[in-house]
C-alpha cells in the first residue's frame, strides 16, 4: 500500500485547508484510514479516521472545524480543515490499515501503513 498526502500550505487564523491522501496498492473500501498530526517536540497526535464501513471520529481539538472525508471512486481520503488556529500547525500524516476495529481507531500503532507527511502551518 501506498500514500500520497498532498494540501498543506500556510494560511492565516481563520482560514481554511483541505489535505488529500491518495491510496494505492490495495482494495481501498476495505481499509480504514486516518490522519495524524506532529507538531515540533511534540508527540503524535490522532486527528480524525474513518474505519472502512465509513463511520469517522475526531479528536477533541478539532471537532466541529475539521471533516474526514473519503472518495471511494477515486481512492482518496480527504481532510476538511476550517476555523483554522495556530495549535493546529503540524505537519500531518496519513495512515491506512486493514482490520482496525473501532477502539483502536485513535492509536498509531494500529496503522500499518503510512504517508508522507504534508506541512500545515497557521498563522496568527
Known amino acids: 500500500v501506498q500514500l500520497q498526502a498532498s494540501g498543506g500550505g500556510l494560511v492565516q487564523a481563520g482560514g481554511s485547508l483541505r489535505l488529500s491522501c491518495a491510496f494505492s496498492?490495495?482494495?481501498?473500501?476495505?481499509?480504514?484510514m486516518a490522519w495524524f498530526r506532529q507538531a515540533p517536540g511534540k508527540e503524535r497526535e490522532s486527528v480524525a479516521a474513518i474505519k472502512w464501513t465509513g463511520s469517522t471520529i475526531y479528536a477533541d481539538s478539532v471537532k466541529g472545524r475539521f471533516t474526514m472525508s473519503r472518495d471511494i471512486a477515486k481512492n482518496t481520503v480527504y481532510l476538511q480543515m476550517n476555523s483554522l488556529i495556530p495549535e493546529d500547525t503540524a505537519l500531518y500524516y496519513c495512515?491506512?490499515?486493514?482490520?482496525?476495529?473501532?477502539?483502536?481507531?485513535?492509536?498509531?500503532?494500529?496503522?500499518?501503513?503510512w504517508g508522507q507527511g504534508t506541512q500545515v502551518t497557521v498563522s496568527s
Open positions: 496498492g490495495g482494495t481501498f473500501s476495505r481499509y480504514s
Open positions: 495512515a491506512a490499515s486493514a482490520g482496525i476495529i473501532t477502539s483502536t481507531m485513535t492509536s498509531a500503532q494500529a496503522y500499518a501503513n
